[in-house]
């Protein structure tokens, strides 16, 4: 059984032109212990789908409309109380957003912060939470954690800075972390660092991890399974391997295109030509169409097309294109 279960979720953001549906109708699964990637171009909702998860839209005008986020043993975030809600926070799900500055306090020192996320969860002296904090750093590798935990956040380079968030989000041992683009300020070595410490909690404590970022050599290397992402909609999801390796729908296999050479570290997302519709009137059918190569008449009318599996495809691989639907019904 997945630990984590979205179904047909929807969230829109309001703005003065308008309401955007920056996610809307996507579904995907998490299992226990699995890194799954979302990737996608900048605006396609990789951030308002995180985000929704643990209603965490900072200060935007944004709301989950419809949809379900079945968290095993918890129940459906969507439908829960914003208290409720505040508790699962932290300690079942973890947030790594792509600003370490954003999840930090300037004015508090870091030993302090560490230690009130600690405290806000379970009882502890500062004492105990201050010496829980140290071994925390020690964990993301911080060098010289004592006199880290008496600085502020101003004091530290970017890297040490997203390791301190991640011992945060760490703290508290969550049954899922999501790392919005977590590495993309960072410098590439530091990327690495930052990406091998993810995978060692996975590995060691069996964290699940959902792993938003730019980065397809990134996916290749350290996520299980992925979804693309396409204006406000998973357009294809499957084990990394088949969608790499076998891509089916026409987004995915032009962004594939675009690479030089094949999938490998330092992959990074190459737009492809023409830009991605509006998401507060998108057109009809598939929204890739109007800069899909190969489309037909038939793409552009109706409802956006849904997540099909082709005949020969591998398990759990499924795409959204209705031109491989329709090779589907002619085999
Ligand atoms: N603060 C905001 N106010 C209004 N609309 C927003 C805001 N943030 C995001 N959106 C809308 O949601 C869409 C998806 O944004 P986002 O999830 O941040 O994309 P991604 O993370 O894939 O780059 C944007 O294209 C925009 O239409
Ligand atoms: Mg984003």
Redesign the pocket.
């Known amino acids: 059984m997945s630990l984590l279960s979205v179904r047909d979720l929807v969230t829109e953001?309001q703005?003065p032109s308008g309401t955007?549906r920056?996610v809307d109708g996507v579904s995907f699964d998490v299992n226990p212990g699995e890194i799954f990637g979302i990737v996608?171009e900048?605006?396609?909702?990789?951030?308002?789908t995180c985000r929704s998860i643990l209603r965490l839209f900072g200060g935007?005008s944004a709301q989950v409309a419809s949809g379900q986020i079945m968290l095993k043993e918890t129940g459906d975030l969507a439908r829960m109380h914003e208290r409720e809600l505040a508790q699962v926070r932290g300690r079942d799900v973890a947030f790594i957003f792509q600003d370490p500055l954003s999840a930090l306090n300037p004015t508090m020192r870091i030993g302090k912060q560490i230690g009130e996320v600690i405290r806000r969860h379970r009882k502890a002296s500062r004492a105990e939470a201050r010496e829980a904090a140290l071994q925390l750093l020690r964990d993301v590798h911080v060098t010289s954690p004592e006199r880290r935990l008496d600085a502020y956040p101003h004091e530290l380079s970017g890297g040490l800075r997203q390791r301190v968030v991640i011992a945060m989000a760490l703290a508290l041992r969550p049954r899922l972390i999501i790392a919005d683009e977590p590495t993309t300020a960072l410098d590439v070595t530091v990327q690495d660092q930052i990406l091998r410490l993810l995978k060692e909690r996975r590995d060691s404590l069996g964290t699940s991890i959902i792993l938003v970022t730019h980065d397809l050599g990134v996916v290749s290397q350290i996520c299980d399974r992925m979804a693309v992402m396409y204006a406000g909609r998973v357009v294809e999801t499957g084990a990394v391997r088949d969608v790499l390796d076998a891509p089916s729908h026409p987004y995915t296999q032009a962004l594939l295109a675009a690479l030089p050479g094949q999938v490998s570290r330092d992959s990074q997302l190459i737009p492809i030509k023409g830009a991605p519709p509006s998401?507060i009137d998108p057109p009809a059918g598939c929204r890739f169409a109007p800069r899909c190569a190969l489309a037909q008449p038939q793409c552009a009318i109706g409802a956006a097309p849904g997540l099909h599996s082709r005949p020969a495809a591998a398990e759990g691989h499924f795409d959204a294109c209705i031109l491989n639907e329709v090779s589907h019904a002619a085999a």
């Open positions: 953001f703005s955007a920056a996608g900048s605006g396609c909702g990789k951030s308002a935007a998401l």
